[in-house]
Each structure stands twice: as structure tokens, then as C-alpha cells.
């Protein structure tokens, strides 16, 4: 292969100077001058209410008060999978936070002020607050004499209910929803994706070890810096203007524009820095709730920024989930069969997190190649905060146990953790869970580099006080960008007079360093410097199309778009230098912003002299170079509705390895993490040193929520929504961290072979400190995070059992 120019080399980030400096502005930064009026929200405090009356009188008389709407102001349902929910809630609410009033005033004080005299009068309904007995009562789950193993849930801590809850959407079948998402009206099961491969009862027959265990995870928050921000203006021509802290500029347009009834030429969506996403600001949060209040005022900016306390309530949150898993293997250490109930617990709206339960079904074997299976993932309604995307999109979460369904096995067999898997890892061209075949399954090459690596096998070193024991744990997993099959992204690249180069696409800066990544792509092509090339911020009225930036697939999809239109640019220069040079263009190369034939090196001309078209003494030739690009995965097919089977759900996999090394206080159960010794499979590198910061992060965010993060429901409502009581890592809980990058296995379709790393990062954490925890003290525990309390209160039980 050719040697990269700018691709692989750690060039310096296009946005390290504002953010470093301060000098990047964010929504909230932004200045509107004497037009600005905030907005304040009136939220639910009841988890499940009608809304029996909303008086508004008193707050109108607040001076400075402009404007007040309602759900009677805006009765359309917005979603984007699923259109389950309206802007502002209409006759009941379902989650503590939930919208019911906006006040726009020309202060916040005047704004908080009328919130507080709006009169709500409301009628408690009962809640649902587990998605177990949320989805009880649907058909085929309760039999009338149930078994055992149908009431395998009973003594769960974080089941609430034993009997069926309320019913929350009673309208669910008429919901708009995209035609792979299929709720069951009539109950709380907003999707069920059902997997079936093989013949799950024939596999436990031939199976030697058999495991079954229940594994549950908290509803976390992305926890970004920036908290949700959006400013909006409609301006006397009926034009809307908004600015927006989000990762999805164009399905904001287009979801405003369907809850709205307005032309999408009629919506222009602004997107400055965005101080971090993770998911969280994926299609619409806060942006909606500003639209009819300008719509009201016209001429004026009406600006809503979210408490940290109402980021946490009101915006996504990661889904809970309740898996119960049941694998078996036989003597050779051959996985047979895998059995999967996964109840993901989607909150009052599920809108965005029904996908979620189709990729977790669909991925349902985890990296492993297992011939019979039968999962049912099912996305439940319960009065608890909107569950959406997060880093991973489901991966995480049924990682979890399957990491350590794995290990469990192993042990049962007497084979190494690492070897086993190795054994069962899913191998180029080898059939999926959903039946097609592996593309680019390189699980193997990074469990083997993590083991030469980290020295998998040798005895770690000796623990650093007498009550205090040290594990190692092994994780794997694999992740593909969830989407539809027409994700589409789009690039514009023009060409300035003094050679340097602005790429328009609509691909959102979160943080993950898409500008430098899109520009090191283009330039590379182009055949000019990285600094050279400017990749501009979206604005819907002057980018192109992308569908949105989220599923790790932007370097990816955006990428093809922006290499597309490099090679458009590209190949108008070489035809203009062609004839200024009378060279066949074929035979011409661009380096350094300079176009010569490598074998008459002196013969150069530059692209600046033909940026513009070039004048010869006959007249001009070529004229402004602007390239155009875009791209749409190809191949994508469709799952089948009862059996999940099908060929390509998903444009590629990544897969990864991580090994963690533990330290664990047998005195306290307060676990160390020492080390964590991480192998990922992308392709081709763009630039090592953000790839590699994508790594840590992602480490330390699983770290975060294997030890720390959860957000603490008493019956819908919050006990620590805010950084005070919810905990996340602190530079003082960072550990050591080994980080091995591979370019085994370029991707076919992905620009110079590259492949998504953003989510996978995060995967295996959890899993591998909760087989390290294992190693180092023999207990195990299925219920995250793995608090100080809750490894003590095992150490103490396994005391207790031995004597």
C-alpha cells in the first residue's frame, strides 16, 4: 500500500485553539442583542398523571412575561422512530420533568416567576416502574399457571412491581413508527425484535455446561459538559432559525418540520460547538419546546439552556435493561446454544430507543459464533425518564452479561477465559447471529494482541497491601452503526484562489474530532497539506444533507462523501493542468499543492494558479474547482419480522479486546482499576493520537459506569440528579492505559479502509473489571455498577458461606 501523505499522522487538531483558548462559542455563547427573551419549562412532578386542567391567568400578569403556551398549542406527535410523544404533554404525563408549559419572558427571573403561578391540576394514575412487570400481561410471558422458569425475574431488587402495570400509550398501534419497529398495542412493548436461528432446544441437548444468569444494568446519563441549549426565530417571513446544541442538524429540521406542519425550506438549523453528545443530543431534546413560543413572537430569539438538574430529568438517559441469559457450551469449549429475554427499560417515551432493542437483538450472541439462538428483545414502557442513545447503542448493555456468561463457561470447562473465546470468536465469512456472513470479523487478531501485550497468563504483581487482592479480566465485543439503510451523507468542497481548500458537509463536531478527521481525508486526496483544508460547521441552509452524526459512522460515511468530492475537485484540476502543461492527465500527480508529472518533477504547476481557471493565450479555460460528493451504504438489507434472519443489518463491524487489572479491597470492596490493556480493529488509522484519545475516553466512560453511575428512581423520581450525588470518573480514577490500534483488515466501502471507533471504546470495560473482580476474589457480581457496598456485601456472604 502506497504511503499516506497526511493520513496516519497525528496532525493538530482545527478546533484545539478555540477550545484550549475558550474562544469557541456554543449555543449558549451566543449574542442576539435586545431581541433575546428566555424560556423557562414547567415540568411533571408526577411519574403518571392526567391532566385534568392547565390555568395560565396568573402567569400572563407577570410583567415581562411575552408569551405562555401549552399542549394545547402544539397536539402533533414528534419521534424518530417511533412518533410517540407530543412537544409539551397533552392530556397526561408519564415521567417526572415531562413538559407541560412554556413561558417566554425578557428575563429568566420573570420566566421562573410564571412558571411557578402556572396552576396544573392533576390526576395520579399508577406507575410502571420496572420493564419486567411493565411488560407483563403481554401475551405468551404470564401463563396462567406459570412455571419456575417463567418467574424467573421474582426476588430481583430492581423489579418494583409483581403484578401487571398500567397500560401508558393507549394509542400505541396508530403511532407513526418505521416499518423494522414493531410494538404490540394493547400493552406497554413499544418493539419486540424476535431472533431465532437454528434450534435452541436441540442446541442445550447437545450442550456438556449449561449457565443461566440474570444481568441488569441503571438508566446512566451522558453526562456532557454542555448542557442542552437551542435558540429559535421566526423571522416576519415565517422563516425559522434555530440554533442548536445537537448531533443531528437535518433530523431536527425534518422532525420540526413534521410536529410543526412546516416546509422544510422554511427551517434552517444553526449547529456551533457542540460540548459533547454521546448520543444525548441526538434527533430532538430541548429544541422542539422553543418552536410554537417563537412562532408567538416573531422578530424575537427565544432561548431555552437546561438546568443540570433538568438535563438530567428531561433529556435521553441510557436505557435499564433486565437480561436473562441462558448458554450453553459443549466439552470442547464450543459455544451450542444461547437463549436471550432482554427487557430494555425505554422510559415514558420510547421514540429513539426502539432501535436500540433492535441492535441489541440482532447482536444478541455478542462476537461469538454460536449455531442455535433464540433471543426476544423487548422495548418497555415505564414511568421512568426517556431512554435514547448512548455511547455504544446498546452494546454495553448486553456486553454485560455475555462477557461474563463467557468466563463462567470457560471455568466450568477448566479452559482459559482468553482461550475460549479465541475458540468461539466469530471468523471472516462464518454466519452471524442474524444469519449473514462475518465482513471484516477480526475479533481474534485483537484478542491476540491484548495478550501478547498485557502478558495474559503471567502472575501480576503482588497486591499492595495484605487485605487487598488483584484480578485480571478479559472482555470482547463487536458493534456496527446501527441506521437505515438509506443513511445518506453528502459533501461540498470548493477550492480557493490561494489554493486552500472549505469542506461543506453537515457532519457534527462533538467532540470526537470529526473537522480534523474529515480534513486529513480530503487533503490526503488532494493532494495538499492538512492545514490547508477547512472543515466548516453546519448550517441546513448552506451544507449538504447528512443524516446525522451519531453510530460511529462518520469518518466512515461522511468520509466516502468528502473523498468523493476530493476526487470531483481533483479531477477537474488534473483536466485544466493537462492542457497548461500538455500532459496527459493520467500522468500527472498532485503533492504539496503542486501539479507535476513525477517524471519531469520540474514541469510543476500549482492549483492555486488554476483554483480559478487558468488564462492561455487562446482564452481561459476550466473556472472555479468546486467538487461535489456523496454516499449511501450499499447492501443493506432488511431482518425478517419473526426470525430476525437476514443478510446485512449493518455497513461493518468493529471489534475489540480489553483486558483489566484490578485491585480490590477486601476490607471495603472498593475496586482500583491499575490497568487497562485495549485492542481495536479499524482499518486504517486516520490520526493516532485522537484515535487513541477515543480509546482512553471510551475507557474511562465505561469505567464510569462499571463503578459509579446511576441514576437512583424512587418511584419515577430522581434522587441524585446532578453532579453532586451522581458520581462520574475524575482524572484521579484514570488508569493506566495500554492502547493497541490495527489496520488489519481494511474496510472494503470505507474511504482508504477506515472503519467507526468512537462507540466501540466503551463496550467491554464493565465486563472486563467484573471478571477481573471475579479473579481477584471469587465473587461475582451481575448487577451494575460494582459499588464499594455491593463487592463488601458479597466478600461478607462468601465469608459466611465458608465457615
Not at 397533552?90 to 415531562?98: H, L, N, P, W, Y
Request: net charge neutral.
Amino acid at each position: 500500500m502506497a504511503e499516506h501523505r497526511v493520513l496516519g499522522k497525528s496532525v493538530l487538531r482545527q478546533d484545539a485553539v478555540d477550545k484550549v483558548t475558550g474562544a469557541a462559542q456554543f449555543v449558549d455563547d451566543i449574542q442576539f442583542g435586545p431581541t433575546l427573551l428566555h424560556v423557562k419549562i414547567l415540568r411533571s412532578p408526577h411519574p403518571h398523571a392526567r391532566v385534568v386542567s392547565v390555568d395560565t391567568a396568573e402567569a400572563e400578569k407577570v410583567p415581562g412575561v411575552k408569551a405562555i403556551v401549552t399542549g394545547r398549542d402544539c397536539r402533533s406527535y414528534i419521534g424518530l422512530y417511533l412518533a410517540d410523544r407530543t412537544v409539551y404533554a397533552t392530556d397526561k404525563v408519564r415521567f417526572v420533568g415531562e413538559p407541560v408549559a412554556g413561558v417566554a419572558a425578557d428575563s429568566v427571573e420573570a420566566a421562573s416567576k410564571a412558571v411557578n403561578l402556572i396552576k396544573v391540576e392533576y390526576q395520579p394514575l399508577p406507575g410502571v416502574f420496572d420493564p419486567v412487570s411493565g411488560a407483563l400481561g403481554r401475551e405468551g410471558l404470564l401463563h396462567e399457571n406459570p412455571s419456575a422458569s417463567d418467574l424467573w425475574w421474582q426476588g430481583l431488587p430492581c423489579i418494583v412491581t409483581k403484578s401487571p402495570g398500567a397500560l401508558l400509550h393507549e394509542h400505541l398501534g396508530e403511532y407513526q413508527c418505521a416499518p423494522f419497529i414493531h410494538p404490540v398495542p394493547g400493552t406497554n412493548i413499544s418493539n419486540h425484535f424476535k431472533l431465532r436461528k437454528g434450534d435452541v432446544d436441540r442446541g442445550f441437548a447437545a450442550a456438556d455446561v449449561i449457565t443461566e444468569n440474570v444481568y441488569t444494568l441503571p438508566h446512566i446519563q451522558h453526562s456532557q459538559i454542555e448542557p442542552h441549549s437551542a435558540v429559535a426565530h421566526f423571522d416576519r417571513a415565517g422563516k425559522l432559525t434555530l440554533w442548536a446544541s445537537s448531533q443531528s442538524p437535518n433530523a431536527v429540521r425534518k422532525l420540526i418540520a413534521t410536529a410543526f406542519e412546516l416546509p422544510m425550506s422554511k427551517i434552517r438549523v444553526i449547529t456551533p460547538y457542540v460540548g459533547g453528545g454521546f448520543g444525548g443530543k441526538a434527533g430532538v431534546t430541548c429544541e422542539a419546546l422553543v418552536v410554537p413560543l417563537a412562532k408567538r413572537l416573531p422578530g424575537y430569539h427565544l432561548k431555552l439552556t437546561l438546568t443540570r438538574e433538568e438535563v438530567f430529568q428531561a433529556t435521553f438517559v441510557r436505557q435499564a435493561l433486565v437480561a436473562r441469559l441462558k448458554t450453553g457450551a459443549d466439552r470442547t469449549g464450543r459455544l451450542v446454544a444461547m437463549e436471550a429475554e432482554l427487557f430494555w427499560d425505554g422510559g415514558a417515551y420510547t421514540e429513539y430507543g426502539v432501535n436500540i432493542t433492535r441492535s441489541g437483538g440482532y447482536c444478541s450472541s455478542g462476537p461469538y459464533e454460536i449455531p442455535n439462538i433464540k433471543t426476544d428483545s423487548y422495548c418497555v414502557y415505564t414511568n421512568h425518564p426517556v431512554g435514547g442513545p448512548m455511547r455504544g447503542f446498546g452494546m454495553p448493555e448486553i456486553h454485560w452479561g455475555i462477557e461474563q456468561q463467557m468466563d463462567i463457561l470457560a471455568a466450568k470447562l477448566g479452559m482459559d477465559p482468553l482461550a475460549f473465546r479465541r475458540m468461539n470468536a466469530l471468523r471472516e465469512g462464518r454466519p452471524g447471529a442474524f444469519g449473514g456472513a462475518m465482513e471484516g470479523a477480526t475479533l481474534v487478531d485483537t484478542i491476540d494482541a491484548v495478550a501478547a501485550k498485557c502478558g495474559w497468563g503471567t502472575p501480576l504483581p503482588p497486591a499492595s497491601a495484605p487485605h487487598k487482592a488483584r484480578g485480571r479480566g478479559i472482555a470482547c465485543m463487536y458493534k456496527a452503526p446501527s441506521m437505515p439503510p438509506n443513511a445518506q451523507s453528502s459533501a461540498i468542497l470548493k477550492l480557493n484562489e490561494d489554493g486552500s481548500v472549505h469542506v461543506l458537509t453537515t457532519a457534527m463536531e462533538i467532540g470526537q474530532g470529526s473537522l480534523t478527521a474529515l480534513a486529513q481525508i480530503a487533503a490526503e486526496e488532494l493532494g495538499v497539506a492538512a492545514d490547508k483544508v477547512v472543515v466548516t460547521l453546519p448550517d441546513t441552509d448552506y451544507t449538504p444533507y447528512e443524516w446525522q452524526t451519531v453510530a460511529s459512522r462518520i469518518s466512515y460515511s461522511a468520509g466516502n462523501a468528502v473523498l468523493a468530492a476530493a476526487r470531483d475537485a481533483k479531477t477537474q484540476l488534473l483536466a485544466v493542468a493537462a492542457q497548461v502543461l500538455e500532459i496527459p492527465a493520467a500522468e500527472l500527480v498532485i503533492e504539496d499543492g503542486q501539479i507535476f508529472p513525477p517524471a519531469k518533477p520540474t514541469r510543476k504547476l500549482a492549483i492555486s494558479d488554476i483554483a480559478m481557471g487558468y488564462l492561455l493565450p487562446e482564452g481561459a479555460i476550466g473556472g472555479p474547482v468546486i467538487g461535489r460528493g456523496s454516499f449511501i451504504p450499499a447492501g443493506i438489507t432488511g431482518l425478517d419480522k419473526d426470525t430476525g434472519q437476514g443478510d446485512k443489518p449493518a455497513a461493518f463491524w468493529t471489534y475489540g479486546t480489553q483486558v483489566a487489572d484490578v485491585e480490590v479491597d477486601t476490607k471495603t470492596g472498593e475496586i482500583t482499576v491499575l490497568k487497562v490493556t485495549a485492542a481495536y480493529e479499524v482499518g486504517k488509522v486516520i490520526n493516532p493520537a485522537m484515535a487513541k484519545g477515543q480509546v482512553q475516553g471510551g475507557i474511562v466512560q465505561g469505567l464510569g459506569s462499571a463503578l459509579y453511575e446511576h441514576l437512583v428512581l424512587s418511584e419515577g423520581k430522581y434522587l441524585n440528579g446532578d453532579f453532586v450525588d451522581y458520581k462520574i470518573p475524575t482524572a484521579t480514577d484514570t488508569p493506566e492505559m495500554d492502547v493497541i490500534l490495527l489496520e488489519t483488515s481494511p474496510q472494503a466501502d470505507g474511504p482508504f479502509g477506515i472503519k467507526g471507533i468512537a462507540e466501540p471504546t466503551m463496550v467491554p470495560t464493565a465486563p472486563a473489571i467484573a471478571n477481573a473482580v471475579y479473579n481477584a476474589t471469587g465473587v461475582r457480581i451481575n448487577d451494575l455498577p460494582l459499588a464499594a457496598e455491593k463487592v463488601l456485601a458479597a466478600l461478607m456472604k462468601q465469608q459466611t458461606r465458608g465457615k
